[in-house]
């Protein structure tokens, strides 16, 4: 293949142009690479090489005006905007940062394409003007603020322009329009030198007067990068704006049109492969490079990316056998860590109030770009600043109270959460001291990282200028306004890649692809929305405004895409086409009419075929944990110490949960609750039920106690929500609402008490959280067996003895109901609960042996309207069986059976501990 580049050289070596006096104007720089090696390739003599330089730094010099960027622009142009608006119509500046970037991109527009503004603004304002009835008598003060603006448009755009003219300043379409203005005193001043354009498509009014001016001088030659087929096809996007300069340059009347090949017709083997999601994209886009790789087929072919964001799943998906990469575009800034942390620390800051949220604090702390700094020989400070948040339920602390935690660390400390206070001066120190601190730490760490350096570096440039813009204008008067501007900073900027720019495999955007040819082409995100853009628009300016005087649409801009699109495929000879299945409005709809217009054409072949991307089968693997010797003895150690009905229930529903926390002692850490966990939540029910009871242990029940135990309740159940929920507030929102639930969770329990007993019914209160420990023997085991736990309450109602378990979530009498006893320790969803009751009746009754009626059971605080809910033991399955609600002797053996097989199924080593799907 021959390329672009190559052709231009050859023909310029031909007609014999002194290269030391000439210069190469490029659409971009990155062409300047590839071109200079390919001169260094073609050329045979010894000589200077020419100039080469972009369009863009060949309009600023011609110019001599300084590119401002976008934001220093916003700066300067609001201080036109205040001088120009009274005061009660203008706007503060983070207000005005929301609007001015799209004036500024009109005013740019305007001034690229030559369009008199006087003009233009007239029309916009007449629009506005009917546009909301600007006669009307009643207009809102909305209403005339905003005729008000596009009345001063122009004059806002006047003064603007001409304040940065006096400074030698412009933005990009005032440089253009400026830089024709100074093209009779250029051609004068550089007479003596030879200008050759190459590789343009879309050129703005300013950029087509420069050149056909020169053109009409002579020394200056355009080389145009155009098939046959787009030029002869009138309704070819690729061709749109060539055709026009071919038809409409005085130059190409009497000159040649160079050039216009013939390549794109040649055979190609072209793919479009269909997949779904862009993860689907990625690893398609993987396999492919292997394969490619494998063929030694990577020398000279550029990956184009769509969509740039898939950069980096793009670099993780390349095979580790393929070196030699290069990435033209860079990594953006706001994809790092220390972006993260920053926007966290904003967050942190975003109230003015002395007291910090805990999820804002845990943030700042767990940061791994900061923690180092936390971080001295054994101690941790943020950990021990997280452990006293969760340990203490903590949702907000001072920076004091952080300090006195951690004493040691107060300087990095007072750096994190002192209190910007609003003021973007004292944040702008902030960042830029803890820049210094990372800095230092980062470079004296044994290991020297450099990229955490590159990342510090690249943030103080940032910061660095927003201090001076501060300084300098004193518009950024509130944090909001300076993350504003910061982000806006933070947007443009990239952090490029190493690597060599003309070997191995080129990944590229598609506008950094124009001017260079490859053999293959791997385009991805082929979709609508996306290769093309589609319609956006930021501008005020009408469509038909745009049309009637020449501006850009997004028609126009769709030509430019289809142009670079098949100007990749005009020299390629293998092209894989890329494209989402699956249409996103987020990240682009159905696949692109690229694709459809190259069937459709049937100048080339198309394999076109749907892949969906190999994707490892993840099958669940059970955890095992083969009962070794050590942990046979560690459970004889748990065993001396006592299984409660929760362990062995644990044990039941997930042998692995059973293994971790008693075995190995891993226990869940609390974390701070904003809102009342479950199980703080029935603590405290409990609790306060057992202040209120215990001291009626041995009472018979009347309603005169009830009646006093309601005037007790609310200072108790206050006192177990201050006891267990530490910090917590429970003054307002969901805290407040389990407050009140909780109040009527035992206004409703002793309504259900004085029920019963006003229905006869004789209550003798004979335990409350009864702690109990028994020792059982089994004949298999040389050792007993240690049973403990605490009974919520045993009383005796009628002459039978209940054993009581309170329960504050919904239970019902099926969860009570046993039919096989071999399911009491199978099914822990269905049975749990019965076997709790029943292992509490088995150690009471090893204790004292049952003489008279006892039933075991549960009252639940989300049915009382069922009362007691009994074990009871059925027959057979059924609405129809026989119920045995008293604990016989019998029910006891029969549940002695089962707790025998799980206590030696436990302890037995050749049953290994097996993970459950719970």
């Given at each position: 293949?021959?390329?672009?580049?190559?052709?231009?050289?050859?023909?310029?070596?031909?007609?014999?142009?002194?290269?030391?006096?000439?210069?190469?104007?490029?659409?971009?720089?990155?062409?300047?690479?590839?071109?200079?090696?390919?001169?260094?390739?073609?050329?045979?003599?010894?000589?200077?090489?020419?100039?080469?330089?972009?369009?863009?730094?060949?309009?600023?010099?011609?110019?001599?005006?300084?590119?401002?960027?976008?934001?220093?622009?916003?700066?300067?142009?609001?201080?036109?905007?205040?001088?120009?608006?009274?005061?009660?119509?203008?706007?503060?500046?983070?207000?005005?940062?929301?609007?001015?970037p799209t004036v500024l991109q009109d005013f740019n527009e305007i001034d690229r394409y030559l369009i008199p503004s006087q003009e233009i603004f007239k029309y916009l304002t007449a629009i506005q003007e009917i546009n909301?009835?600007?006669?009307?008598?009643?207009?809102?003060?909305?209403?005339?603020?905003?005729?008000?603006?596009?009345?001063?448009?122009?004059?806002?755009?006047?003064?603007?322009?001409?304040?940065?003219?006096?400074?030698?300043?412009?933005?990009?379409?005032?440089?253009?329009?400026?830089?024709?203005?100074?093209?009779?005193?250029?051609?004068?001043?550089?007479?003596?030198?030879?200008?050759?354009?190459?590789?343009?498509?879309?050129?703005?009014?300013?950029?087509?007067?420069?050149?056909?001016?020169?053109?009409?001088?002579?020394?200056?030659?355009?080389?145009?990068?155009?098939?046959?087929?787009?030029?002869?096809?009138?309704?070819?996007?690729?061709?749109?704006?060539?055709?026009?300069?071919?038809?409409?340059?005085?130059?190409?009347?009497?000159?040649?049109?160079?050039?216009?090949?013939?390549?794109?017709?040649?055979?190609?083997?072209?793919?479009?492969?269909?997949?779904?999601?862009?993860?689907?994209?990625?690893?398609?886009?993987?396999?492919?490079?292997?394969?490619?790789?494998?063929?030694?087929?990577?020398?000279?072919?550029?990956?184009?990316?769509?969509?740039?964001?898939?950069?980096?799943?793009?670099?993780?998906?390349?095979?580790?056998?393929?070196?030699?990469?290069?990435?033209?575009?860079?990594?953006?800034?706001?994809?790092?860590?220390?972006?993260?942390?920053?926007?966290?620390?904003?967050?942190?800051?975003?109230?003015?109030?002395?007291?910090?949220?805990?999820?804002?604090?845990?943030?700042?702390?767990?940061?791994?770009?900061?923690?180092?700094?936390?971080?001295?020989?054994?101690?941790?400070?943020?950990?021990?600043?997280?452990?006293?948040?969760?340990?203490?339920?903590?949702?907000?602390?001072?920076?004091?109270?952080?300090?006195?935690?951690?004493?040691?660390?107060?300087?990095?400390?007072?750096?994190?959460?002192?209190?910007?206070?609003?003021?973007?001066?004292?944040?702008?120190?902030?960042?830029?001291?803890?820049?210094?601190?990372?800095?230092?730490?980062?470079?004296?760490?044994?290991?020297?990282?450099?990229?955490?350096?590159?990342?510090?570096?690249?943030?103080?440039?940032?910061?660095?200028?927003?201090?001076?813009?501060?300084?300098?204008?004193?518009?950024?008067?509130?944090?909001?306004?300076?993350?504003?501007?910061?982000?806006?900073?933070?947007?443009?900027?990239?952090?490029?890649?190493?690597?060599?720019?003309?070997?191995?495999?080129?990944?590229?955007?598609?506008?950094?692809?124009?001017?260079?040819?490859?053999?293959?082409?791997?385009?991805?995100?082929?979709?609508?929305?996306?290769?093309?853009?589609?319609?956006?628009?930021?501008?005020?300016?009408?469509?038909?405004?745009?049309?009637?005087?020449?501006?850009?649409?997004?028609?126009?801009?769709?030509?430019?895409?289809?142009?670079?699109?098949?100007?990749?495929?005009?020299?390629?000879?293998?092209?894989?086409?890329?494209?989402?299945?699956?249409?996103?409005?987020?990240?682009?709809?159905?696949?692109?009419?690229?694709?459809?217009?190259?069937?459709?054409?049937?100048?080339?072949?198309?394999?076109?075929?749907?892949?969906?991307?190999?994707?490892?089968?993840?099958?669940?693997?059970?955890?095992?944990?083969?009962?070794?010797?050590?942990?046979?003895?560690?459970?004889?150690?748990?065993?001396?110490?006592?299984?409660?009905?929760?362990?062995?229930?644990?044990?039941?529903?997930?042998?692995?949960?059973?293994?971790?926390?008693?075995?190995?002692?891993?226990?869940?850490?609390?974390?701070?609750?904003?809102?009342?966990?479950?199980?703080?939540?029935?603590?405290?029910?409990?609790?306060?039920?057992?202040?209120?009871?215990?001291?009626?242990?041995?009472?018979?029940?009347?309603?005169?106690?009830?009646?006093?135990?309601?005037?007790?309740?609310?200072?108790?159940?206050?006192?177990?929500?201050?006891?267990?929920?530490?910090?917590?507030?429970?003054?307002?929102?969901?805290?407040?609402?389990?407050?009140?639930?909780?109040?009527?969770?035992?206004?409703?329990?002793?309504?259900?008490?004085?029920?019963?007993?006003?229905?006869?019914?004789?209550?003798?209160?004979?335990?409350?959280?009864?702690?109990?420990?028994?020792?059982?023997?089994?004949?298999?085991?040389?050792?007993?067996?240690?049973?403990?736990?605490?009974?919520?309450?045993?009383?005796?109602?009628?002459?039978?003895?209940?054993?009581?378990?309170?329960?504050?979530?919904?239970?019902?009498?099926?969860?009570?109901?046993?039919?096989?006893?071999?399911?009491?320790?199978?099914?822990?969803?269905?049975?749990?609960?019965?076997?709790?009751?029943?292992?509490?009746?088995?150690?009471?009754?090893?204790?004292?042996?049952?003489?008279?009626?006892?039933?075991?059971?549960?009252?639940?605080?989300?049915?009382?309207?069922?009362?007691?809910?009994?074990?009871?033991?059925?027959?057979?399955?059924?609405a129809h069986a026989q119920k045995i609600t008293q604990l016989s002797s019998q029910i006891i053996e029969s549940y002695e059976v089962e707790l025998k097989k799980l206590i030696l199924e436990l302890f037995d080593p050749?049953?290994?501990?097996?993970?459950?799907?719970?």
């Amino acid at each position: 293949m021959t390329s672009f580049i190559c052709d231009v050289l050859k023909d310029l070596e031909v007609n014999s142009i002194d290269t030391s006096k000439l210069r190469l104007i490029l659409p971009n720089k990155r062409a300047g690479l590839f071109l200079k090696k390919k001169w260094a390739s073609i050329s045979k003599k010894t000589g200077f090489l020419p100039e080469i330089i972009s369009i863009e730094y060949f309009i600023e010099e011609l110019s001599q005006l300084r590119l401002l960027s976008s934001t220093e622009l916003v700066f300067e142009f609001y201080s036109v905007y205040s001088e120009l608006t009274p005061i009660d119509e203008r706007d503060s500046f983070d207000s005005f940062c929301k609007w001015a970037p799209t004036v500024l991109q009109d005013f740019n527009e305007i001034d690229r394409y030559l369009i008199p503004s006087q003009e233009i603004f007239k029309y916009l304002t007449a629009i506005q003007e009917i546009n909301h009835w600007s006669l009307e008598k009643n207009a809102t003060p909305l209403i005339k603020g905003y005729l008000s603006f596009w009345q001063k448009v122009d004059s806002y755009y006047l003064r603007f322009t001409s304040h940065l003219l006096k400074n030698k300043l412009g933005y990009q379409g005032l440089i253009y329009r400026k830089a024709t203005e100074n093209l009779e005193e250029y051609s004068l001043q550089s007479s003596h030198k030879s200008h050759v354009f190459m590789g343009f498509n879309a050129l703005n009014a300013s950029e087509t007067r420069v050149i056909q001016h020169l053109l009409q001088l002579g020394k200056t030659s355009v080389y145009w990068d155009i098939d046959q087929i787009f030029v002869d096809t009138p309704h070819h996007d690729a061709g749109h704006f060539l055709r026009q300069y071919k038809k409409n340059w005085t130059y190409f009347k009497s000159q040649p049109f160079k050039w216009v090949s013939n390549q794109y017709s040649n055979p190609k083997n072209i793919s479009v492969v269909g997949t779904p999601k862009n993860i689907g994209q990625v690893k398609y886009v993987g396999s492919l490079l292997k394969e490619l790789h494998s063929k030694d087929k990577l020398q000279n072919t550029a990956l184009i990316l769509g969509n740039e964001d898939l950069l980096i799943p793009v670099l993780n998906s390349i095979p580790s056998t393929i070196e030699g990469i290069n990435i033209t575009m860079g990594l953006p800034l706001k994809q790092t860590p220390f972006s993260a942390f920053i926007n966290q620390w904003f967050q942190l800051q975003r109230e003015t109030s002395s007291r910090y949220h805990h999820q804002d604090i845990l943030r700042i702390l767990s940061h791994p770009f900061v923690r180092p700094l936390l971080q001295v020989q054994n101690q941790d400070a943020g950990q021990m600043i997280i452990t006293s948040l969760n340990k203490n339920n903590l949702t907000s602390l001072t920076k004091n109270q952080i300090i006195a935690i951690a004493p040691t660390y107060r300087p990095i400390l007072e750096l994190l959460f002192t209190n910007w206070g609003n003021s973007p001066s004292q944040a702008i120190k902030s960042v830029l001291d803890l820049i210094y601190k990372l800095k230092d730490y980062y470079s004296q760490s044994k290991i020297k990282q450099l990229l955490p350096l590159e990342y510090l570096f690249r943030f103080y440039e940032i910061f660095n200028q927003l201090q001076q813009l501060n300084s300098s204008y004193n518009y950024i008067s509130s944090i909001k306004a300076l993350q504003l501007i910061y982000k806006d900073l933070l947007s443009k900027e990239t952090l490029d890649f190493k690597g060599q720019p003309d070997k191995g495999l080129q990944i590229m955007g598609m506008l950094e692809s124009r001017v260079l040819d490859f053999d293959t082409v791997i385009i991805v995100s082929v979709n609508e929305g996306v290769l093309p853009a589609g319609k956006t628009n930021n501008s005020f300016i009408p469509f038909d405004v745009k049309i009637e005087n020449g501006l850009p649409t997004y028609k126009e801009k769709d030509a430019i895409y289809t142009y670079h699109f098949y100007r990749l495929l005009q020299r390629a000879q293998n092209v894989h086409i890329i494209y989402n299945t699956e249409p996103d409005p987020l990240s682009g709809g159905e696949l692109s009419r690229f694709i459809i217009q190259l069937e459709h054409e049937k100048i080339h072949k198309i394999q076109h075929k749907i892949v969906i991307p190999e994707t490892p089968k993840l099958t669940p693997q059970l955890q095992k944990v083969k009962k070794t010797p050590e942990i046979i003895s560690k459970l004889k150690d748990v065993a001396s110490k006592g299984f409660s009905p929760s362990s062995l229930s644990q044990y039941i529903r997930n042998p692995i949960d059973f293994y971790n926390q008693k075995i190995l002692g891993i226990k869940v850490e609390n974390s701070t609750q904003e809102t009342i966990a479950a199980n703080t939540f029935g603590s405290i029910i409990h609790n306060t039920l057992e202040d209120l009871y215990r001291p009626l242990i041995g009472t018979v029940l009347n309603a005169q106690i009830i009646n006093d135990l309601h005037s007790k309740t609310e200072p108790t159940v206050i006192h177990h929500f201050r006891e267990l929920y530490k910090e917590g507030d429970i003054t307002e929102g969901s805290n407040l609402i389990s407050f009140e639930v909780s109040k009527r969770y035992i206004f409703n329990f002793l309504e259900h008490e004085l029920a019963c007993i006003n229905n006869g019914d004789e209550i003798k209160i004979e335990a409350i959280e009864s702690k109990i420990r028994v020792a059982v023997m089994f004949p298999e085991l040389p050792f007993p067996i240690q049973l403990n736990g605490t009974i919520d309450r045993v009383d005796s109602c009628n002459g039978t003895q209940r054993i009581i378990d309170y329960k504050t979530s919904q239970v019902s009498r099926l969860d009570l109901e046993l039919v096989n006893w071999e399911d009491l320790t199978q099914d822990y969803k269905a049975f749990s609960k019965s076997f709790q009751v029943l292992t509490y009746a088995y150690m009471l009754n090893n204790q004292a042996t049952f003489t008279s009626k006892v039933e075991a059971g549960i009252i639940s605080f989300k049915n009382l309207k069922s009362g007691f809910l009994r074990f009871s033991k059925k027959d057979k399955p059924g609405a129809h069986a026989q119920k045995i609600t008293q604990l016989s002797s019998q029910i006891i053996e029969s549940y002695e059976v089962e707790l025998k097989k799980l206590i030696l199924e436990l302890f037995d080593p050749k049953v290994n501990f097996i993970e459950k799907e719970v």
